[in-house]
């Protein structure tokens, strides 16, 4: 079994300070950068999961990953981004056939107009290329904060959290904040960090709450940030067989030896 460090140990169900509401400002900053070292050593790949080639086709990518899942998304784009290689083409596309192509996505009729008019306003209004700066990405048909962030964060190494479902439900978790609105939830997550670990964080995070900390059931007795959990044991069990049984992803293997749990891998 790894030597017990503070990321490996547990505390029993509703002991944490957080929990209890006694955390101090500073233990809590120092308790998300434990969190964010332990998510990087059980996610040493983390990254987005959508596949892409350049910024365009991230950004076409990221738009279309509303409400469906990436791998979903990963399905339609190789023949999407065949068909439609640059700005100008999308700008002149058919609405019919972009929503043949995306039509798996769901939402397709609106995430078509979309990825039509981005392209209309990339070619109006930045010479065909996708712009950095957050400002100009917002103001794309169809990009949000969270979708300029991701493209922002993987296309240009820019830092930014992207607050996704998977964020949002981790923050709360977690205890990082009580904010709801997303945009709130960056800006108070963020202000616990260091900036250059922004985008890495985000990664880290959706990894993790798509492999162990489930919306449903949560792989609390097989998390390597249970000990730093205030939700330990209230949204998950704490049986490490029975957890290890909900870890999901390659990773598997890796976050069950990473917490001592070796005859399950």
Known sequence: MPAETPERRVRRPGTHPA???TETRLGLVRRVRRINRALAEAFPDAHAELDFTNPLELLVATVLSAQTTDVRVNQVTPELFRRFPTAE?????????VEEIIRPTGFFRSKAANVIGLGQALVADHGGEVPEALE???RL??????TAHVVR????????LTVDTHFQRLAHRLALTEEKDPVKIEHAVAEL?????????SHRIIFHGRRVCHARKAACGACPIAFDCPSF????PTDPAE???LVTGEERGHILRMVGIEGEA
Request: proline share 4%; hydrophobic share 40%; charged share 20%.
């Open 141 to 146: 048909p169809g990009v949000g904060r969270k």
């Open 233 to 236: 044991g209230q949204v998950g």
């Open 153 to 160: 964060g993987n296309a240009f190494g820019l830092p930014g």
């Open 89 to 97: 083409a999308y700008a002149s596309a058919s609405q019919e056939e």
């Open 136 to 138: 100009d990405l917002v």
């Open 243 to 245: 957890a290890a049984a």
């Open 193 to 201: 960090l260091e900036k250059r670990e922004w985008t890495m964080f």
């Open 19 to 21: 929990a209890k509401g």
